[in-house]
């Protein structure tokens, strides 16, 4: 049912946890789902830094966020915005129509923390 990726990144996640003194902090919540993600994240020079996350939810929401953190640190916040959904999805193995909603959501989280700095 789900990608050798979404699983590796479910079991043996990436960057899990807060940033201590984050330039940003956001909490998305899904109440359809009722899946739960917070990202924080330190930006120096317009690069981020350092990415962290927490997630209560489903299996594909904790495998993007914890891809998402991968993905996105080191970037500029220009590159970071320029990061698409459908690469997301891409970059974890593909998610079954009913999951889809785990990447809207990472991709929801990242776009308000940018917005937050």
């Known amino acids: 049912m789900y990608s050798p990726q979404v699983l590796d990144h479910f079991q ?3 960057n899990a946890g807060e940033v201590v003194n984050p330039d940003s902090s956001v909490q998305i919540d899904n109440p359809a789902c009722g899946d739960v993600l917070k990202l924080t ?5 317009q690069r ?8 209560k939810g489903c ?4 495998a993007c966020a914890s891809l998402l953190t ?3 640190q080191g970037r500029t916040i220009a590159e970071a915005l320029q ?7 891409r970059a ?3 998610l079954p129509k009913a999951s889809f909603h785990a990447s809207h959501l990472a991709m929801d989280a990242l776009k ?6």
């Open 12 to 14: 043996h996640p990436r």
């Open 41 to 45: 994240l330190r930006v120096i020079d």
């Open 48 to 55: 981020i830094q350092e990415i962290r996350f927490l997630a």
């Open 59 to 62: 299996v594909p929401a904790m």
């Open 70 to 72: 991968e993905l996105v």
């Open 83 to 89: 990061l698409r959904r459908e690469e997301l999805v």
């Open 92 to 94: 974890i193995g593909g």
């Open 112 to 117: 308000a923390a940018i917005k937050n700095l």
